[in-house]
């Protein structure tokens, strides 16, 4: 059975509704009903910002082509497109200081050459295979557009030998592809209410993901939900916790048997049924992989282009070129309005969804603000 494209659009799962919309309706060229905003800087982040952009923008600029290398070369354009004002603030945040995560970015942009982790084609065929009985998946979105990556640590079939820490992280590039409208956060779900089918992760490969996602993705979890854990999986996230950053603890959430995944994280509608929710999907990989593959590459190709449009720069703000619906362009190169907003595109074009015109969308202004907190 062919896989539903409809679900990997994030418009679809931004609309507030009580049940899931028609995949052959118009909601898969809509609007999403919520918009992020970077919040606005003080005076002392403002200059600290600035200095990052100096830095990345210098004539010559270079670094290492891997790690352990002398040989350098400058910054290509999907490496520029990395070193967003989005990204530069996320390690901004986690640092403290400008020189801290100006060190940190360069740390990461040599890995990320070293491993090859921005080339689709790079670990493809490994994670392909390890995937193969769905033990990570990207599908669905939160209320807010965060994509959601479903994680079944039990569907192991591999041998441990035959499994790699890069593999998990080439599936939440694949979830970052997805992301639009200023989103840059992700809902992680891990399942374990299923019988092991293989050996278990090893505690090795558990530290170096956690390496990984620590040091190279700062900023990047919304939500990680652990759903039904096992005596098993407790023992192995209690001795993976010390690796854990203490503010990225916090947005763990442990639902028990007797527990639900909050709403708020994702909508039932969206949620699959292995996690308590109402959307019947049966993984079938033949139909699903090529669905994934041929999506995030469109993503990724419109991305590029938009960013080259713009005038390839470091310190862009995704929400300008990281979008879907060409019709949105307006709305997300709008100034950033009052900072750390979501606002509902009725909202924003100050007329209702249902009777929108052109001309009011251009000349539209926000008429009210809904302020749910830091989102995306």
Known sequence: MPFPIWLLDPYLFTQVSPSPPDPKSKALSSEPS??????????????????????????????????????????????????????MLKYLTVTGNAKEAIARMERTVVWRRSTGIDDMDTHMEGVEEECRTGKAIVQGFGPSGMPVLYLFPNRNHLPPDQRKAIHLIWMLERA??????GVTKV???????????????????????IHYLMQHYPEIAGTTVLYRMSWAARAFFGI?????????RAR?????????????????????RECGGDLEWFHEHESYWPALITVCRKRRAEYERRFVELGPAVGIEERKFRFVNLEEQHLYNMPDMNGSVVRTAADIYNIPDAHRTKSSME??????????????
Do not use: C
């Open 34 to 87: 919520k918009i992020a905003f970077l919040p606005p800087l003080n005076d002392k982040q403002g200059a600290q910002l600035g200095a990052i952009i100096k830095h990345f923008s210098a004539e010559g600029y270079s670094l290492p082509i891997a790690e352990g290398k002398t040989e350098r070369a400058p910054l290509s354009v999907r490496e520029m497109m990395w070193l967003s004002r989005d990204q």
């Open 176 to 181: 970052i592809d997805l992301m639009a409208g």
């Open 187 to 209: 809902v992680a779900i891990f399942v374990f209410n299923e019988k092991r089918t293989g050996a278990p992760t090893s505690l090795a490969i558990g530290r170096e993901t």
């Open 240 to 248: 993976m916790w010390p690796f854990i950053d203490s503010e990225v």
């Open 252 to 272: 763990f959430r442990i639902v028990n048997r007797s527990g639900r995944i909050s709403e708020k994280d994702v909508q039932r509608h969206a949620l699959v």
């Open 363 to 376: 000349s539209g202004a926000p008429s009210a603000v809904v302020e749910p907190g830091r989102s995306g």
